[in-house]
C-alpha cells in the first residue's frame, strides 16, 4: 500500500509541474520536479535501510 501512495504522490507533483511549465510558472514547474525527485529518493531510501 504505501508504494502506491508514494506513486500517487510523485505522480500528483510531477503532472502540477508539468501544468505550472505550461502555463509558463517556471519557478514552480522546477520545484514540483525537484520536490518529485526528492521524495521519491527519500521514501526509497528510508525502505531501504528498514
Known amino acids: 500500500m504505501n508504494n502506491v501512495y508514494r506513486n ?4 500528483l507533483i510531477v503532472i502540477a509541474g508539468i501544468v505550472s511549465f505550461i ?3 517556471f519557478f514552480i514547474a522546477t520545484f514540483m520536479f525537484a520536490t518529485a525527485i526528492i521524495y521519491g529518493n527519500i521514501v526509497t531510501r528510508v ?3 528498514s
Do not use: A, I, M
Open 8 to 11: 500517487r504522490v510523485v505522480g
Open 23 to 25: 502555463l509558463g510558472q
Open 47 to 49: 525502505k531501504v535501510n
